[in-house]
C-alpha cells in the first residue's frame, strides 16, 4: 500500500456497509482517518458493524438519520448502490461534501496502475479475458472491482509491479475525484440502470467519467462500432486506441479474413477461439487491444482465446445431457444482454426467462424471439414475455413457476442437438437475492437431469 495522507485526520462518513464499506474502514483506519459508518441493517443483525465497533470504529445502525451530518464530515465514501437520492446524501450534497466510492480511495492508497474497463454489457468478461491474459504473460495482474474483488481491499497488498484489472459500474464511476486508469476500456452504451439514473444522459455522464482524469500518458480503448462510444470519447486526453469487429483497423484491433488482428499483426484465427458469441468478439477485441499494449506475448493471448469458455453465470457453458447442451447466463438481466445471447447460437435454441418486472415491456426482444424453437417463462414477467413469444410466432410457450421447473419443461421440450439457454432478460430479484443465486439454481437443476 502507499502512503497517503489525502484521508489522514479527516473525518469520514461510510454509508452503507456490505463488502465495500467493510473494506473501506479498514483501509481508511489504516491510514489514519476518523471514521463514523452508517448502515440501514440493525446493530444487533449487523455483524460487520459489530467488528467495526471492537476495532474502534463508531457505528450507526437501523437507518440513515440525517443528524448525522451535523458532526462535521469532509467525505463521505457511499456504498455504490445506494441512489443519490437518498435524504441523506441530498443533504451531503447541499452542504458541498464530496461523495466518494471506494475506487477513489483504491486509487490513492495503490501503488500500482490501473486499468479500467466500463460498459453496459460485457464488463465482466472482458475483464477477466485481459486478467487472465496478462496473467499468462507474467504482467503481476490483480482483478478488482464490480466484478466481486472490493478495488481499496486490493490496492492495500498491491505493489508497484502489479496492474490492476478493474470492472467499473457507472455507479462506481460517479463516485470518483482524482481516479485516472492507466487503460480505460468503454464497450459500449446502452439504455440501462435508468431507474438509479434517472436519464440516459446522466448514464452516460457517469460512463464518461472513466475518461476525466487520463492524460496524454495514458490509453483509452473504445468500441467504434458504437457511435455513443465514439461521442463521449472524444473528450479522452488518453492515446485513443481503437477496436471493432465491422472495420479493418491498421491501428488497433479488428477482424481481418476471419483472424484477430492488433495493428498489423495477426494475433488467431477467429475459428480457433472457443467462447461462443458473436458479441463477445467485441470483448475479445477490446482485451486484445489491452494485453498488446502491455507488451504481452501472443502466445499468451492464444492460450486464454484457445482455452476460456466464458465467466460464471454469463453465457457460461454448463453441460451436455443426452445430447442437450446448457447455458447458464444468468447475468443477462435486460433484453439487450438476451438479444446477444440469442444471437450466439445456430442450433435449434429452448430460452427460459423471467423475473422482476421494472416496468417494461419486451416488445425489442420479438424479432430475436422468431430464432427460438420454445420459450420457456417465469417470475413477475412471465405474462409479458408469453405475450411476446405469441408475437414473434412461437408455438411451444409454457409458463412454469420458477427456474427449477423451467428446466425440466425445457428438457422435456427438447431434442437431441437443441440448446437450452437461461437468459432471463430480468433482474433476479423477484425471486432471489442476486443473479448469481439464479444461476446457481439452475445449474444444480440442471445437473439433477443426469
Not at 2 to 10: V, Y
Not at 190 to 214: C, M, P, S, W
Request: net charge negative; charged share 25%; with cysteine.
Amino acid at each position: 500500500m502507499k502512503n497517503t495522507t489525502e484521508f489522514t485526520n479527516k473525518q469520514i462518513l461510510i454509508l452503507g456497509l456490505a463488502k465495500s464499506g467493510f473494506a473501506a474502514a479498514k483501509v481508511l483506519q489504516e491510514v489514519g482517518a476518523n471514521i463514523t459508518v452508517n448502515d440501514q441493517k440493525p446493530y444487533e443483525e449487523n455483524e460487520p458493524a459489530q467488528k467495526l465497533e471492537k476495532m474502534g470504529i463508531k457505528v450507526v445502525c437501523g437507518g440513515h438519520p440525517i443528524e448525522i451530518l451535523d458532526d462535521h464530515f469532509d467525505f463521505v465514501i457511499k456504498n455504490p448502490g445506494i441512489p443519490y437520492s437518498n435524504p441523506l446524501l441530498v443533504k451531503a450534497k447541499q452542504k458541498g461534501i464530496p461523495i466518494l466510492t471506494e475506487v477513489e480511495l483504491a486509487y490513492h492508497i495503490s501503488p500500482a496502475d490501473f486499468i479500467g474497463i466500463t460498459g453496459s454489457n460485457g464488463k465482466t468478461t472482458t475483464t477477466t479475458l485481459i486478467f487472465e491474459m496478462l496473467q499468462k504473460g507474467a504482467k503481476s495482474p490483480l482483478i478488482a472491482g464490480n466484478i466481486g474483488t472490493v478495488a481499496c481491499e486490493v490496492a492495500m497488498s498491491a505493489k508497484k509491479e502489479n496492474i490492476i484489472v478493474t470492472e467499473l459500474s457507472s455507479f462506481q464511476l460517479m463516485g470518483i475525484m482524482d481516479f485516472a486508469p492507466k487503460i480505460a476500456v468503454l464497450l459500449n452504451i446502452f439504455d440501462a440502470h435508468l431507474d438509479y439514473h434517472g436519464t440516459k444522459e446522466e448514464y452516460v455522464k457517469a460512463k464518461a467519467r472513466i475518461f476525466e482524469n487520463q492524460t496524454e500518458e495514458d490509453y483509452s480503448v473504445i468500441n467504434i462500432d458504437d457511435k455513443e462510444v465514439v461521442l463521449v470519447a472524444e473528450s479522452s486526453q488518453a492515446k485513443k486506441i481503437p477496436f471493432s469487429t465491422t472495420q479493418q483497423l491498421q491501428i488497433g484491433a479488428s477482424i481481418r479474413e476471419q483472424a484477430i488482428y492488433f495493428n498489423d499483426e495477426k494475433i488467431i484465427e477467429t475459428k480457433d477461439i472457443v467462447l461462443p458469441g458473436q458479441h463477445n468478439l467485441e470483448n475479445i477485441l477490446a482485451a486484445v487491444a489491452v494485453a498488446k499494449l502491455l507488451a504481452t506475448p501472443n502466445e499468451a493471448i492464444v492460450d486464454v482465446l484457445t482455452s476460456f469458455t466464458g465467466v460464471k453465470h454469463r453465457l457460461q457453458y454448463v453441460t451436455t445431457t443426452h445430447n442437450r447442451k446448457f447455458f447458464n447466463d444468468s447475468k443477462a438481466t435486460n433484453i439487450l444482454a438476451t438479444k446477444k445471447a440469442i444471437s450466439a447460437f445456430e442450433q435449434p435454441l429452448i430460452l427460459l426467462a423471467g423475473g422482476l418486472d421494472r416496468g417494461n415491456e419486451f416488445d425489442d426482444l420479438v424479432d430475436d424471439l422468431k430464432r427460438v424453437k420454445a420459450l420457456v417463462v417465469f417470475g413477475q414477467t412471465a405474462k409479458k414475455l408469453e405475450y411476446a413469444g405469441k408475437l414473434a410466432g412461437i408455438e411451444t410457450i409454457k409458463v412454469v413457476d420458477n427456474v427449477e421447473a423451467a428446466v425440466i419443461e425445457a428438457y422435456n421440450l427438447s431434442n437431441e442437438g437443441d440448446v437450452i439457454l437461461l437468459s432471463p432478460a430480468c433482474a433476479s430479484w423477484d425471486q432471489h437475492k442476486t443473479f448469481e443465486e439464479r444461476g446457481d439454481i439452475f445449474i444444480d437443476a440442471v445437473h439433477k437431469l443426469k
